[in-house]
C-alpha cells in the first residue's frame, strides 16, 4: 500500500482551504448547488451583462437523446481579457508584476506590470481590427515564450478573434494542417528563437508552412506578422552576419510587429462576448491521425481556470508562481497565461530549456525569483534527477510551498525526489490530471487540504464528478479500476471540436451514452484516491506530449518502400513513453540503417522532433485477427522484450510471432 503524505504546517499555515473536512463539503456543494457554489467567484468578475439566476448549466451527454452540448451562464456577456487585465488595473493592481521574463540565456530577463501588459495588448488589438481581423475570425500563433505570444493571445481575447496556438516545436506541415483546418487569417510568429544553444528557425518555418497551406489544402493566410525576437537577445550560438539570410521576407503578406503597433492608441474597447462564445481553440491529436481542434468558450472557462488556480497553487497575494510549460500546449494557456492573470499572480515565464547554460537552472530561477508554486511535468524531474542532488542542494529553495507536476502519471521514484530535494519535505505536491478538453484541472490534490500519495492524482476539483465504469458500461462505485469518464459537465469543458461536432460527439461520448469519455483508465483506491492508469486507446504520450499511432503510422507509410507500419508505446525511464514502430516493406525494398534513419527523420521532420522514433523494427508480417485488426498487444511485448505474447487464439497466423522475436530491435 502506498504511504499517505499529509500537507504540512508550512503549507497548512494561512491556506486559503486548511482541511479535508472544508474540501469535502464544498465539493459536495459544487456538486449539489453549483449556481451557489459558483456565484462568489462569478461575483469577482467584470459582466457586462449579468448572468441571469437560474440560467447556471445545461447540458445533454447522452448521445442517444439527442445533440450533445455544454452552457454555462447563457445570457451573461463579458470579455475574458478584461477581466485579466483592465480589472486587475482598476483593483490597484496596475503596478504589480504580471510576468517576470527569464530568456534563454540568463543575461536576457525583464518584467512587465499588468498596468503595461494591458497598454501593449490595447495596441496590438487595434493594430489587429485596423487590418480586418474581429470577432470569430482565427489568428495562428507560432512562438516561442516571449511576452509578445502573451500580448497576442490576449488581444486575441479582446476582440472577440480565436486563437489557435501552435507549439513552436511542430514542423511546416503539421502547423499547415492546423491553420488550413481553421482557416486562419493571419500568422504571429518571431524571426527565431533560442532553445539552449539550438536556434529555431520560426519564420523560415512559417514561410513553409503557408506554402503548404496554399498548395497542398488550398488555404491562403492573409498576413504573416513578425516579432524581431533574436536581434534583442544574446546570441547562443552561431548566426549569419545579417538575420534577414535566415527566411525570406514578402512585402505582400509580412509585416513587423512594430509595424503594427507604433501610433496605435493604448486605448481599446473590448468586444463584449456571450458566455458560449468561443475564447481559443487549441489543436490536440486524435486517433485517427487528424487533430482535433479543441474549442473552450467564454464565461465556463475564465471561471474554472481561475478557481483551479487559487485552489489547487493555493494562490496568495504576495506569492511568486512558475509554470514551466510552453504556451503551445493546453498547459501553457490556462495555467501560463489565462489562471494567473484572472488571479491577479506575479508569474515566472521561461523561455529556455532546464538544461541550459547548465543542469541547474530551473532551481537557479527558483532562487532568482524566490517562486513560491512550481509546476512542471514528470519528464522533465527524471531528466533532471540523473544529474545528482548537488544541483539542486546548492540553491536556497525555501520560498516554495507547493509543487506540481502535470502531463502523465508521476512515477513514485520521482514524486519523492521532488518531495524530499526539491520541496525539503515540507511543500505539497498537486499531480494535477487533466486535457486539454478538460480546460483545467479536474483531479488532484489540494495543498493543504487533501493527503498525497506518490502517484496517485488525488480527488475530485470543485464540480467534478468522477465515475469509473466497467467495459459494460456499469459504474464501479467505490473501489475498483475502469474507464475514467464524467457523468456532468464543469465549466471549463471543451464545447466542441471546431468545425466538426459530429466527430466530437463520437470520440467522447459514443462509447458510453451519457458520459464524457476521457481515454483514460483509472482506479480508485481505498481512500477514495484515484490512480490514472494510462490511455485506453491508441495514445501515446511520450514526454507528456500526447499523439497518435495512427498518425506516426500514417508518416512512416509516406515513404514508398514501407508497406505497413504498427507504432506501439514503449516505456522510456525519462520521457515515460517511447515510440516502438514495426514496418513491413514493399516488393524489393532492403531493411537497413539507411531506411532506419530516414524514418526517423521523416517522423521528425512531418511532426517535430518530440515525436521522433526511438526503434523502428523490421517486420515480415504484423500480427492480425481474422477480421484484419492488428493485435497491438502481441507487438508491446515484443517491444517491451518479452518472449510469452499470452493468448494468441485469435490470431490468423501464429507464425509471425516467430519472425518478429527474431528481428526485434535492440
Ligand atoms: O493521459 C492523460 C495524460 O495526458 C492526457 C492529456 O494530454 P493533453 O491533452 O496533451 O494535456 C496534457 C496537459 C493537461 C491525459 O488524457 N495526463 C495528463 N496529466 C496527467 C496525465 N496522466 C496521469 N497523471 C496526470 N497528472
Known amino acids: 500500500m502506498a504511504q499517505i503524505y499529509l500537507p504540512t504546517d508550512h503549507v497548512a499555515d494561512r491556506s486559503r482551504l486548511p482541511s ?22 462569478i461575483n469577482e468578475f467584470h459582466w457586462q451583462t449579468h448572468p441571469t439566476r437560474g440560467n447556471f448549466m445545461s447540458y445533454n451527454f447522452d448521445i442517444n437523446k439527442g445533440n450533445i452540448f455544454v452552457k454555462f451562464m447563457e445570457g451573461a456577456m463579458t470579455n475574458v481579457c478584461f477581466n485579466v487585465l483592465d480589472k486587475n488595473v482598476r483593483n490597484g493592481h496596475g503596478d504589480k508584476i504580471a510576468f517576470y521574463w527569464e530568456g534563454n540565456h540568463p543575461e536576457d530577463y525583464s518584467r512587465i506590470t499588468y498596468a503595461k501588459l494591458m497598454e501593449l495588448v490595447c495596441q ?5 481590427r485596423d487590418r480586418n481581423i474581429g470577432k470569430g475570425d482565427r489568428v495562428a500563433i507560432y512562438m516561442p515564450m516571449i511576452l509578445e505570444t502573451v500580448v497576442c493571445m490576449l488581444a486575441c481575447a479582446r476582440i472577440g478573434a480565436i486563437h489557435s496556438v501552435v507549439f513552436a516545436g511542430f514542423s511546416s506541415d503539421s502547423l499547415a494542417e492546423r491553420m488550413s483546418d481553421c482557416k486562419a487569417k493571419v500568422l504571429v510568429t518571431a524571426d527565431g528563437a533560442w532553445r539552449g544553444t539550438k536556434l529555431l528557425n520560426l519564420k523560415d518555418t512559417c514561410d513553409d508552412a503557408m506554402e503548404k497551406a496554399k498548395t497542398k489544402y488550398n488555404h491562403t493566410v492573409g498576413m504573416c506578422i513578425v516579432v524581431p525576437h533574436l536581434e534583442r537577445v544574446t546570441a547562443c550560438g552561431k548566426l549569419p552576419h545579417d538575420l534577414r539570410d535566415l527566411y525570406k521576407w514578402n512585402d505582400d503578406i509580412d509585416v513587423w510587429w512594430h509595424d503594427m503597433v507604433e501610433g496605435q492608441s493604448t486605448i481599446c474597447p473590448p468586444e463584449w462576448m456571450a458566455a458560449e462564445d468561443p475564447l481559443f481553440m487549441l489543436y490536440t491529436s486524435g486517433s485517427t491521425g487528424k487533430p482535433k481542434g479543441v474549442l473552450h468558450t467564454t464565461a465556463g472557462y475564465m471561471l474554472y481556470a481561475a478557481a483551479t488556480f487559487r485552489y489547487v497553487f493555493d494562490h496568495r497575494d504576495k506569492d511568486i508562481y512558475w509554470c514551466t510549460a510552453d504556451v503551445g ?30 543542469n541547474d537552472r530551473y532551481w537557479s530561477c527558483v532562487e532568482k525569483y524566490k517562486v513560491t508554486q512550481f509546476y512542471t511535468a514528470p519528464t522533465a524531474i527524471r531528466a533532471l534527477m540523473k544529474f545528482g542532488e548537488h544541483n539542486v542542494k546548492r540553491h536556497n529553495m525555501t520560498s516554495l510551498r507547493v509543487l506540481a507536476s502535470v502531463g502523465e502519471p508521476i512515477n513514485s521514484e520521482a514524486w519523492l525526489w521532488y518531495y524530499k530535494l526539491v520541496g525539503s519535505n515540507r511543500c505539497s505536491i498537486a499531480d494535477t490530471f487533466w486535457q486539454t478538453e478538460t480546460g483545467g484541472h479536474v483531479i488532484t490534490s489540494i495543498p493543504a487540504a487533501t493527503p498525497m500519495k506518490p502517484g496517485a492524482a488525488g480527488y475530485p476539483f470543485f464540480g467534478v464528478d468522477p465515475i469509473i465504469l466497467d467495459n459494460d458500461g456499469k459504474e464501479i462505485k467505490g473501489e475498483g479500476e475502469g474507464f475514467l469518464t464524467f457523468a456532468r459537465p464543469w465549466p471549463g469543458i471543451m464545447r466542441t471540436l471546431f468545425g466538426d461536432h459530429d466527430r466530437y460527439q463520437e470520440v467522447y461520448f459514443r462509447r458510453f451514452p451519457g458520459y464524457y469519455c476521457t481515454g483514460d483508465g483509472a482506479r480508485r483506491d481505498e481512500d477514495g484516491m484515484i490512480w490514472i492508469t494510462g490511455r485506453i486507446d491508441d495514445m501515446l504520450n511520450v514526454s507528456g506530449h500526447l499523439m497518435s499511432t495512427s498518425e506516426v503510422e500514417g508518416v512512416l507509410t509516406e515513404d514508398l518502400r514501407v508497406a505497413e507500419a504498427a507504432v506501439v508505446a514503449k516505456p522510456h525511464p525519462l520521457k515515460g513513453e517511447s515510440l516502438y514502430c514495426f514496418v513491413t516493406l514493399g516488393e524489393g525494398a532492403t ?36 477480421s484484419g485488426k492488428i493485435m497491438r498487444r502481441i507487438l508491446r511485448r515484443i517491444a517491451l522484450g518479452e518472449n510469452d505474447m499470452g493468448d494468441i487464439s485469435t490470431l490468423t497466423d501464429p507464425s509471425v510471432i516467430a519472425q518478429l522475436l527474431k528481428y526485434r530491435a535492440t
Request: proline content about 8%.
Open 329 to 358: 500546449w493546453i498547459t501553457g494557456h490556462t495555467y501560463v497565461v489565462y489562471a494567473p492573470l484572472a488571479n491577479a499572480a506575479t508569474s515566472v515565464m521561461f523561455e529556455g530549456t532546464p538544461f541550459f547554460p547548465d
Open 20 to 41: 479535508f473536512e472544508q474540501y469535502q463539503d464544498m465539493h459536495k456543494m459544487s456538486l449539489d448547488e453549483p449556481e451557489a457554489f459558483w456565484s462568489e467567484i
Open 124 to 128: 496590438f488589438s487595434n493594430g489587429l
Open 591 to 626: 531493411f537497413n540503417d539507411e531506411l532506419v534513419d530516414s524514418l526517423k527523420k521523416r517522423v521528425r521532420h512531418r511532426i517535430g522532433a518530440f515525436a521522433a522514433p526511438d526503434a523502428i523494427q523490421y517486420a515480415p508480417g504484423l500480427p492480425k485477427t481474422r
